[in-house]
């Protein structure tokens, strides 16, 4: 059975005082039925970790694919590691369209994460064009295959699907279309890894996920938890998305 897992990513948001909510999220879930990660600002990754305890855990938002080296402002995964974080976010949208990175770009950095011992939550996603022109299962089955690399395992690698177009803006792919991707993603890590790796690895569903919705998207097969943004910054926004998540 895949464990289940809550991902929040608090993206450019938060200092020293946020780290109260992290309290309170362990607070309400001192023995959790499922995973949790919280990936914070790297400013704040080594104090959420000492807060986070071991109900929680944490992870970085990005990571360089060399393991050191003169990469003015940028963040290896090994100092991700060293920093107490267990995963690491690649490939999100956000990155992707904002700092031009490509499959190749997400493809090493995860390598470059997996050799430091970290999860790689590797997001694919659509925009709103793509899924106009029907194009979403070609344009995931391109991301898929360009930003995961051949060393992956269920214990080191989590795919997110994120429809571009629903993050962060209210809107939300019917449960059938939800399903139809998170299906295509299985498939085809079936058919790549083979059965054994590509059943252990943990699909979340990503996109303005939100405590009145969680319950239904849920219970969607092929959906085994979700990475959350916005709804991730405050205690209770979070908590009830994990206690939907513990009921599925």
Request: glycine residues 12%; proline residues 4%.
């Amino acid at each position: 059975m895949r464990r289940k897992l809550a991902a929040g990513n608090w993206k450019m948001n938060g200092t020293g005082a946020a780290l109260a909510e992290l309290e309170a999220l362990a607070a309400a879930h001192p023995a959790p039925a499922v995973d949790i990660l919280i990936c914070p600002p790297a400013t704040l990754l080594h104090r959420a970790a000492q807060v986070a305890g071991d109900a929680i855990a944490v992870g970085g938002q990005d990571c360089h694919a060399n393991a050191s080296g003169a990469h003015t402002g940028d963040t290896s995964a090994e100092m991700l590691r060293d920093a107490g974080a267990t995963a690491v976010i690649l490939g999100h949208s956000e990155r992707r369209e904002d700092h031009d990175e490509g499959n190749d770009d997400v493809r090493a950095k995860a390598r470059a994460a997996m050799e430091a011992g970290l999860i790689a939550v590797i997001c694919v996603g659509e925009s709103l064009e793509q899924r106009e022109a029907a194009n979403t299962l070609d344009i995931i089955a391109g991301q898929m295959s360009g930003s995961i690399p051949d060393q992956c395992t269920g214990e080191n690698l989590v795919v997110a699907y994120e429809p571009i177009w629903a993050i962060g803006t209210g809107k939300v792919p019917t449960l059938e279309q939800i399903g139809e991707v998170h299906d295509f993603i299985r498939t085809r890590l079936e058919r790549r890894f083979g059965e054994g790796v590509g059943r252990s690895v943990r699909l979340l569903y990503g996109g303005s996920v939100k405590p009145g919705n969680a319950a239904e998207i849920f219970g969607v097969p092929n959906v085994d938890g979700a990475l959350v943004g916005g709804a991730s910054l405050k205690a209770d926004g979070f908590s009830p998305i994990i206690t939907a998540l513990e009921s599925a």
